[in-house]
């Protein structure tokens, strides 16, 4: 019997380099055309979010591991005013990761 969250014949591995900066890319991409307060957060905190662009894909592509890489891109939202999901805690994220 296969335990929850897995898939029979499919095994579970972790994100390449690649696929991290392909995540900041994608969500860079998203935040541009989609997030209307952009030139508010960097009015307010002075900080021009859009350059930043390649310190995180950076800080991406060095990361460790998954969780060092989800622990990046949950400050990458916090500095924009966003959080990730409290389902999506460090203390939740095995149980969460499991479903997938």
């Not at 969250?5 to 890319?25: H, I, M, N, P, Y």
């Not at 307010?44 to 060095?62: F, H, I, K, V």
């Not at 990458?76 to 997938?100: A, E, Q, S, V």
Request: include cysteine.
């Amino acid at each position: 019997m296969e335990e929850h969250g897995e898939v029979a014949g499919v095994e579970r591995s972790s994100l390449t380099a690649e696929q991290k900066v392909a995540d900041v890319e994608y969500l860079y991409h998203l935040m541009k055309e989609n997030y209307p307060y952009i030139k508010v957060s960097e009015r307010m905190t002075g900080l021009d979010w859009l350059s930043m662009q390649d310190y995180y894909e950076q800080r991406a592509a060095t990361s460790e591991d998954d969780q060092a890489f989800l622990e990046m891109l949950q400050k990458l939202l916090g500095t924009w005013g966003m959080d990730i999901p409290r389902w999506y805690k460090k203390k939740n994220m095995r149980r969460c990761w499991d479903c997938f």
